[in-house]
Nanobody
């Protein structure tokens, strides 16, 4: 069982940066692929980024490619999302998710552990 707790969300001006963290409990963190998703009010949950257990592969949504970077430190049971050049349309609740196995996915239903999320608000 993996429990996930996100942190780092806050109000930031457009063009600014934030780093989100997701701390996982459990001793098997390194066996999970990890993903970040976001959900804005009135919208569907949206894939943001994902990373394999070994950090050998990452994948990004087109909307954040070149601005966001996902990374992880297995020794710290933590996955990060560095967000640069933030835009008002990045405003959402950001959640991390864990998927057992070595492959990454963009589909929420393929992740079976979720955090409660952290609010990111980007003002114009």
């Amino acid at each position: 069982q993996v429990q996930l707790v996100e942190s780092g969300g806050r109000l930031v001006q457009a063009g600014g940066s934030l780093r989100l963290s997701c701390l996982a409990s459990g001793r098997t963190f390194s066996s999970y692929a990890m993903g970040w998703f976001r959900q804005a009010p009135g919208k569907e949950r949206e894939f943001v980024a994902a990373i394999t257990w070994s950090s050998s592969s990452t994948f990004y949504a087109d909307s954040v490619k070149g601005r966001f970077t996902i990374s992880r430190i297995n020794a710290k049971n933590t996955v990060y999302l560095q967000m640069n050049s933030l835009k008002p349309e990045d405003t959402a609740v950001y959640s991390c998710a864990a998927r057992p196995g070595r492959t990454i996915s963009t589909m929420p239903y393929e992740y079976n552990h979720w955090g409660q999320g952290t609010q990111v608000t980007v003002s114009s």
